[in-house]
């Protein structure tokens, strides 16, 4: 109970001197449909917050269902289509392509003829150096009738002085004679032996102008034209590029330092090429190579798979994007991530957290939201390996929720699970 002051007398209404009108002691007059238009506003505002609040407004729960599959986590990479082995052929000599007998695709065997570079200038150089080997030849047989001569001088000269019919200085210069005759048909044997060399490398030089395939298999590239001349004097060119064996090729790619941790030989290594965009082939890796590729400061290494190719789709060349599974699970029950992110509206995530800090689902039951306590496993960034929790498959996991007023409602965001 409050005491007012009794000089102090409480505020009352008037009759104002206007018929209709009303005034309070402040001076204000309200007429009588002001005061009912205040009347209706209020009950309108009341009206519309307690449909609010009351049911006007409805959720519609999008929901998915837990299923049994795959769950493989992946390393996503890009590289190239080639064939396990290519060979490069190329011209040890210079000189004008004279013969073409391989083009594009001719399949080859060890030794078969692909071209031909003009021989008659080797074919000199051999017949110069047959002549030499006869000129050698010849001045042995000239030094050896010498050699014999002059063992039998030295002979003569050697009765000779027994018997004191010579002298001794002519006894010495018949012996040095006879060996400066034996060095001359050792030199001679020695010249013959060089022009022999000399002769062998001709021949090389000339088989050289006859370029033939070291491999069976089939020409997949020819850089060289008829009449082109061949410049070999610093660097061997390449003719052709030869692969051994199509039915078998090779995808080079390139994964990044933070990835190729979880890549090693034996992972799965499916990819797609554009010319077959609906076909998935299927690679295993055969090769993590540990030298690093510096491009723009980042670090890839080179990750090698191989594939079988016996309807000979893949074309050298071709690029490849690859997924390397690092991790898979087979036939477990798995639930889109976004369940694991979604919180029912109007709930506070982090209350949630606070009273279940494990992972958790919103199942959809009778209409309402049952959350449960999972153990996940693995996660491929679309599934999540459910390991245990009341979960079996064919139930209705929530996703995410639309709210709606009336007919149509606009759609609101599922509250995010805070990590």
């Known amino acids: ?97 004279q013969e073409i007998d391989c083009d594009f695709n001719t399949r080859v065997k060890k030794g078969q003829l692909c071209a031909k570079i003009d021989p008659r200038p080797y074919q000199v150089v051999v017949e110069q150096d047959q002549a030499g080997v006869a000129t050698a030849k010849a001045q042995l047989q000239k030094d050896q009738a010498n050699l014999a001569y002059a063992q039998v001088s030295q002979a003569r000269y050697a009765n000779l002085l027994a018997s004191n019919a010579t002298s001794q200085d002519s006894n010495d210069m018949a012996v040095n004679a006879l060996n400066q005759a034996r060095a001359q048909v050792a030199l001679d044997q020695a010249t013959i032996a060089q022009r022999n060399a000399e002769l062998d490398a001709a021949k090389v030089n000339l088989g050289y102008t006859s370029i033939a395939s070291p491999v ?89 798979a191989t594939v079988p190719n016996a309807q000979l789709l893949l074309k050298p060349g071709m690029t490849a994007t690859v997924r390397v599974i690092t991790a898979e699970r087979d036939k477990v029950l798995r639930v889109p991530d976004q369940a694991l992110r979604y919180v029912p509206g109007g709930i506070s995530p982090s209350s949630v957290q606070g009273e279940a800090p494990e992972p958790q689902i919103w199942l959809l039951h009778n209409g309402l939201p049952n959350r449960v306590a999972v153990k996940t496993g693995l996660d491929d960034d679309t599934y999540t390996e459910i390991v245990s929790g009341d979960v079996r498959e064919g139930d209705s996991v929530i996703v995410s929720e639309q709210g709606s007023t009336g007919s149509k409602g606009a759609a609101t965001a599922p509250a995010m699970r805070l990590p």
């Not at 082109?228 to 003719?239: D, G, K, M, R």
């Not at 199509?246 to 190729?260: P, Y």
């Open 1 to 97: 109970m409050s005491i007012l002051p009794t000089n102090i007398q409480p505020a009352a209404a008037v009759v104002s001197p206007i018929p209709g009108k009303t005034r309070l002691r402040s001076g204000f007059l309200l007429r009588p449909a002001v005061l009912f238009g205040i009347a209706v506003a209020v009950m309108a505002l009341m009206a519309a917050l307690y449909w609010t609040l009351r049911g006007g407004s409805t959720v519609a729960y999008v929901t998915a269902p837990v299923t049994r599959g795959t769950v493989a986590r992946s390393v996503s990479a890009t590289g190239s289509v080639n064939p396990v082995l290519t060979i490069t052929v190329g011209s040890y000599v210079s000189g004008v392509i």
């Open 216 to 304: 069976d298999g089939i020409v997949v590239s020819r850089n060289v034209t008829m009449g082109q001349t061949v410049a070999a004097s610093f660097q061997t060119p390449t003719l052709f590029l030869i692969a051994t064996d199509l039915s078998k090729m090779e995808i080079d790619t390139n994964v990044s330092e933070s990835d190729v941790g979880g890549v090693h030989v034996g992972n799965k290594a499916p990819f797609t090429v554009e010319a077959f965009a609906d076909s998935t082939f299927e690679g295993v890796v055969t090769q993590v190579r540990q030298a690093p590729q510096t491009v723009q400061n980042v670090v890839t290494y080179d990750v090698v």
